[in-house]
């Protein structure tokens, strides 16, 4: 069956340290991926997106995601967290073939930064 | 340009009572989504349309019932509102409804029933 995991339920570093939150997915093929960011009180906004090409995609708010596909690992890292990232990461991915409308979902990285 | 908006953003029910929520997308986008959100379960997919005049279920789709009003419009019902049903719900929408296309979600509706 098709999945997505995040090993990490929650992570906290301290600002200005260095991020890496884990995703790998169960899928036959390689598909799309997306990582989204939930703020405190608000709705997902994506992050980046990886189709094809380049492995290592850039995103907002200076994240960047390196897609493994010997691993089936999409993981985010930021070089420098700042106080504002503390918030909620999600991965995702999509189908590239049939009829499966829908995006799967991993449940979620709680991200919490100390000062 | 306020893309995704989801009305109202907090409501209180008693057991039994019903009401909808309403969402509304200005991106011209054809699929349209709804979601509901739980600690510790992360997004579950309730219903989704695929396109105007199209709607199917999702993972959770028992206790609600939707309407695709129009291309911008996509309602949530609950007809009679059980403690289960405590959640936020999340409206989204894509350009189309296929696996590379990113959602676009609004701020979410926090609904607490009693």
């Known amino acids: 069956a098709q999945s997505v995991t995040q090993p990490d339920i929650h ?22 991926l997306f990582w989204y960011v939930q703020s405190p009180g608000q709705g997902l906004q994506l992050l980046l997106k990886y189709f094809s090409g380049d492995t290592l995609v850039q995103g907002i708010k200076g994240f960047e995601a390196e897609f493994k596909r010997s691993q089936s690992s999409f993981n985010l890292r930021k070089p420098s967290v700042h ?10 991915v999509g189908a590239r073939a049939g009829n499966n409308r829908k995006l799967i979902w991993g449940l979620g990285t709680s991200l919490a930064v100390n000062p | 340009n306020a893309g995704v908006t989801q009305t109202p953003k907090f409501q209180v029910l008693k ?17 349209m989504y709804w979601y509901r959100q739980d600690p510790g379960m992360g997004l579950r997919l309730i219903y989704y349309s695929a396109s105007e005049g199209t709607t199917d279920k999702g993972e959770v789709p028992n206790g ?25 719900y999340f409206c989204a929408s894509s350009l189309q409804g296929v696996g590379n296309q990113p959602q676009h979600f609004g701020d979410g509706t926090r609904l607490s029933i009693l």
Request: aromatic share 10%.
């Open chain 2, 64 to 88: 609600y019932n939707v309407s695709r009003l129009n291309k911008r419009e996509f309602s949530l019902r609950l007809e009679s509102a059980a403690p289960s049903q405590t959640s936020v």
């Open chain 1, 11 to 32: 992570i906290t570093v301290s600002e200005g340290a260095s991020l890496e939150l884990r995703c790998n997915y169960s899928y036959g093929a390689t598909p799309y």
């Open chain 2, 15 to 31: 057991t039994g009572q019903s009401m909808t929520l309403q969402c509304a997308q200005d991106m011209n986008h054809n699929s």
């Open chain 1, 83 to 92: 106080w504002s990232d503390a918030a909620e990461y999600f991965c995702a």
